[in-house]
């Protein structure tokens, strides 16, 4: 698209919330995505992203797990795209072993004190703050911890679920994850004492423990099993929740990712579709995406430094 990639004018700042006067599309790119030779940059300056965010009236904002990170949630992948730490449970697992569930629910005892605590940090709050001034169509999250509508996000679809609700797989009954912990709590006091490390998506590391005696509650209306309302690997995101996030990428302008090396495919199809209509695409993320040869504009930077120019005025 021209005029993505022109360079701010020199003189007073303008302001980042306030888009751009529109500019004609040229006809032969227009539905097409520009050649990745053409138009991928890699920034150390988030000049080229103020510019990028001031030319979009409508962006469709997509994050993952490095918006967290600074609140303390650790992440599952390097720089490179790579696994840090063990894959995490896939839903054939946790449906086909009761050995899995008794070491889920006893982490996730552990590991839900730490994620309840956790407050939103810069990031979250600089994309509430996109979102105040009109400028977002649609957050679409890859997290499941919640702090964008913490920070005061409401026009958000959690992509993978969300970790503070249980539901059974029988019936469908939904309970708060508060519930649940009293629950287990009650049934297993000697853990809800134990002290671990943080895991990702409210997990911890309980490594070397016998699980063996640890007591799972089944759901009390029809004895189904209950299972955090998160997206695991190897289970499918609900077809009205993507119809849905598709639905807001055919409206929107342009395509911010933030915190996401977008090796899952669930979050990779909306960067994939916006490049195939020719939506321009940038991403704050330290390291490589699977993405990178789709991308107008990259940005490796922490994101809240990236979008720390969201906040300037609200500084002090």
């Given at each position: 698209m021209p005029g993505w990639r022109t360079p701010l004018a020199r003189g007073a700042a303008p302001d980042p919330l306030?888009?751009?006067?529109?500019?004609?599309?040229?006809?032969?790119?227009?539905?097409?995505?520009?050649?990745?030779?053409?138009?991928?940059?890699?920034?150390?300056?988030?000049?080229?992203?103020?510019?990028?965010?001031?030319?979009?009236?409508?962006?469709?904002?997509?994050?993952?797990?490095?918006?967290?990170?600074?609140?303390?949630?650790?992440?599952?992948?390097?720089?490179?795209?790579?696994?840090?730490?063990?894959?995490?449970?896939?839903?054939?697992?946790?449906?086909?072993?009761?050995?899995?569930?008794?070491?889920?629910?006893?982490?996730?005892?552990?590991?839900?004190?730490?994620?309840?605590?956790?407050?939103?940090?810069?990031?979250?709050?600089a994309l509430a703050r996109l979102e105040a001034a009109g400028r977002s169509e649609l957050l679409l999250t890859q997290n499941v911890d919640r702090l964008h509508q913490k920070a005061g996000s409401r026009r958000v679809i959690d992509l993978h679920g969300r970790l503070d609700v249980v539901r059974c797989l029988g019936c469908g009954a939904e309970m708060p994850r508060e519930a649940m912990q009293a629950e287990l709590t009650r049934r297993n006091p000697g853990w809800s004492t134990l002290d671990a490390g943080s895991a990702p998506d409210g997990d911890a590391d309980l490594d070397g423990l016998d699980f063996a005696g640890f007591a799972v509650p089944d759901c009390r209306h029809c004895g189904g099993l209950l299972k955090p309302d998160v997206v695991f690997f190897g289970e499918n995101v609900p077809r009205e929740r993507v119809a849905e996030s598709f639905a807001a990428l055919d409206r929107a302008d342009a395509v911010l990712v933030v915190g996401s090396s977008l090796m899952v495919y669930s979050g990779f199809r909306f960067v994939q579709a916006a490049a195939k209509a020719g939506k321009p695409v940038a991403a704050v993320n330290i390291g490589r995406t699977r993405a990178d040869d789709l991308l107008t504009l990259k940005v490796e930077q922490p994101c809240e430094d990236a979008l720390g120019f969201l906040l300037a005025d609200t500084a002090g």
């Open positions: 306030r888009p751009a006067a529109p500019r004609r599309r040229h006809p032969a790119r227009h539905g097409t995505a520009p050649a990745a030779s053409q138009i991928s940059t890699i920034m150390n300056n988030t000049a080229a992203l103020e510019d990028f965010i001031r030319r979009a009236p409508r962006l469709f904002v997509l994050t993952g797990a490095g918006c967290s990170t600074p609140s303390g949630i650790p992440d599952y992948r390097d720089a490179d795209g790579q696994w840090k730490r063990a894959q995490p449970v896939t839903l054939q697992s946790f449906l086909g072993s009761e050995a899995t569930r008794r070491r889920y629910w006893a982490r996730s005892l552990v590991g839900w004190r730490f994620i309840r605590a956790t407050q939103p940090n810069r990031t979250h709050a």
